[in-house]
């Protein structure tokens, strides 16, 4: 089945730095991927709508400017975190529909974490 | 936009017990209702889904059922085994957009 892969699995950075975390499709094109957070406890939350060669829409609240959106490729998406603070630390993943249009698949997930 | 409610919050019972999960959601466009099963620190698992063209979805233990005019959906889960414990959570999306707005999860446990 189609495959989303996500990495880096887990990150530690320092506060005021940039931390990137990239979400590939496998097996198929993606013109469209999602990225979402997930703070301990709570439900998913969409941050934006990552666009295979133009700019992403960003959800209300999620600052376009923090959370730097590329999908340069058809299978590559990347989610820049710029000047990371320690409530940044969340659980970020993304998602992406194969080719059929029937499923979404998701990313394993990326673990950030700013001391 | 669409907005997806999810209750319980939490659900304990004991080992062959049946578990009922409810959502409900607002956007009348709305018409792809997947459900998840999601471990600590792991991505969501599809688990079952529906159409909005169907009333009723079963797969083994799992089954799902839709009410489009009440805009209500259920996971009902039978003959539940300690490995059934996780969080799930019920999303609702139109197709053609693609982007799952999620409901806020029921963490299930499942007793022996």
């Known amino acids: 089945g189609a495959v989303v892969s996500q990495h880096p699995s887990w990150v530690i950075c320092k506060s005021g730095t940039s931390v990137k975390i990239e979400c590939r499709s496998l097996?198929?094109?993606?013109?469209?991927m999602f990225w979402y957070r997930q703070f301990p406890k709570q439900s998913l939350m969409l941050m934006a709508t990552?666009?295979?060669?133009?700019?992403?829409?960003?959800e209300q609240g999620v600052e376009k400017d923090k959370f730097l959106i590329n999908h340069a490729s058809l299978t590559l998406s990347t989610l820049t975190v710029t000047s990371a603070h320690p409530e940044d630390s969340s659980f970020y993943i993304c998602?992406?529909?194969?080719?059929?249009?029937?499923?979404?698949?998701f990313g394993e997930g990326s673990w950030l974490t700013v001391v | 936009g669409e907005n997806v409610e999810q209750h319980p919050s939490t659900l304990s019972v004991q080992e062959g017990d049946s578990a009922v999960i409810k959502c409900t959601y607002s956007?009348?466009?709305?018409?792809?209702f997947p459900w998840y099963k999601q471990e600590l620190g792991k991505r969501p698992q599809l688990i079952i889904d529906?159409?909005?063209?169907?009333g009723e979805k079963k797969d083994q233990r799992i089954a799902v059922t839709l009410n489009k005019t009440a805009k209500h959906f259920s996971l009902h889960i039978t003959e539940t085994q300690p490995e059934d414990s996780a969080v799930y959570f019920c999303?609702?999306?139109?197709?053609?957009?693609?982007?799952?707005?999620f409901g806020t999860g029921t963490r299930l446990l499942v007793s022996p």
């Open positions: 998602s992406a529909m194969d080719s059929s249009g029937n499923t979404i698949y």
């Open positions: 097996d198929f094109q993606a013109t469209t």
């Open positions: 990552s666009n295979e060669g133009s700019k992403a829409t960003y």
């Open positions: 956007d009348s466009a709305s018409n792809y």
């Open positions: 529906i159409r909005s063209n169907v």
């Open positions: 999303a609702a999306t139109h197709t053609g957009f693609q982007k799952l707005v």
